[in-house]
């Protein structure tokens, strides 16, 4: 009975002293959110599509204490062509690594990951091209603000799609919430 009720007291004093943000990722090592931002069309992309958008669907698996994350992002990005009516599609699944920097408030980290990039054209008066599936990676950085029900992130990552002969590239910046 004693041992136990030491154990409960430091327990709950090793609770009480942790950082709001540390004792979430105890309670809830599970988290899941949305983003949504511009999409910066990169390198030979750039010379034919505008600035798009993005909108992403998040599940996170963060233990506490290790900086090593999981992610699993569904992202949509669509491109408007420049000089014609039309626009490409890109859906993509990638499972991600998240590492979480050293700091105190904010929470700066690395992610990057790869997967399966789905992408379609469509160009007005003219038959939509048949969807390609692609394999893709990408890589950057973020910020995130631990609040006490949920948290919010910036972040900014290049992505490289593997198309025919060449590959796309493009930098969604996002903002987007975790609960």
């Known amino acids: 009975m004693k041992r136990t009720l030491v154990l409960a007291l430091v327990a709950s004093v090793a609770l009480v002293s942790m950082p709001a943000s540390a004792q979430l990722s105890l309670v809830k090592p599970i988290s899941i959110g949305i983003a949504g931002g511009g ?38 990005n669509r491109f ?5 009516d ?9 499972g991600n690594l998240t590492y979480n920097l050293p700091s105190i408030g904010i929470s700066p980290y690395l992610i990057g990951g790869a997967g399966m990039y789905s992408w379609v054209q469509s160009v007005d008066g003219l038959p939509s ?3 390609e599936n692609d394999f893709g990676w990408n890589a950057g950085a973020g910020i995130k603000l631990p609040l006490v029900m949920f948290s919010t992130f910036v972040e900014a990552r290049y992505n490289r799609v593997s198309v ?14 975790m609960f």
């Open 39 to 76: 999409s910066l069309p990169m390198s030979d992309f750039a010379d034919a599509n505008k600035t798009g958008y993005n909108g992403t669907l998040v599940v996170a698996l963060k233990l506490p204490v290790i900086p090593v994350g999981l992610r699993l992002d569904g992202a949509y």
């Open 164 to 177: 025919g002969d060449g590959h796309v590239d493009f930098v969604p910046v996002t903002f987007g919430i």
């Open 86 to 94: 039309g626009n490409l599609q890109m859906a993509s699944a990638t």
């Open 129 to 131: 091209t048949d969807r």
């Open 80 to 84: 408007a062509y420049k000089g014609v």
